[in-house]
C-alpha cells in the first residue's frame, strides 16, 4: 500500500520560514520523481518544486530563489523549506510521487495546510 504523508504546515507570519516534509512508504522512492503542488481556496492545483531521483530540481518562477526542494533517498523523504514566505504562498501543499516510464505510477499525498499572515 502507497502513502505519502506530509507534514511541517503551519500558519506563519510574512517573512517567515518553514519546512514541509513527505515521507513516502510503498513505492521504490529512489527512483520515483517528487513534487510538491499547491492548491488555494478557489484556484487550480499548481507545481511549486520537483526533484528527480537524480536530484534535478525545477521550480515554478513565483518561488525561486525562495523554496527548495531536496530528497533523502535513506528516509525516503522529500522537503520543501520555505523562506520569505509571502501571503500569496497559503494554499494546502500536496506531495506527488510519479515516474513517467515502466514501472510507472502517480500517487498524491493527503496535503498539508500552509497558512502565511500579512
Known amino acids: 500500500q502507497v502513502q505519502l504523508v506530509e507534514s511541517g504546515g503551519s500558519l506563519v507570519q510574512a517573512g517567515g520560514s518553514l519546512r514541509l516534509s513527505c515521507a513516502a512508504s510503498?513505492?521504490?522512492?529512489?527512483?520515483?520523481?517528487m513534487g510538491w503542488y499547491r492548491q488555494a481556496p478557489g484556484q487550480q492545483r499548481e507545481l511549486v518544486a520537483t526533484?528527480?531521483?537524480?536530484?534535478?530540481?525545477n521550480y515554478a518562477d513565483s518561488v525561486k530563489g525562495r523554496f527548495t526542494i531536496s530528497r533523502d533517498n535513506a528516509k525516503n523523504t522529500v522537503y520543501l523549506l520555505m523562506n520569505s514566505l509571502k501571503p500569496e504562498d497559503t494554499a494546502v501543499y500536496y506531495c506527488k510521487a510519479s515516474r513517467n516510464w515502466i514501472p510507472r505510477f502517480s500517487y498524491w499525498g493527503q496535503g498539508t495546510q500552509v497558512t502565511v499572515s500579512s
Open positions: 526533484i528527480t531521483g537524480g536530484g534535478t530540481t
Open positions: 510503498g513505492i521504490i522512492f529512489s527512483i520515483a520523481d
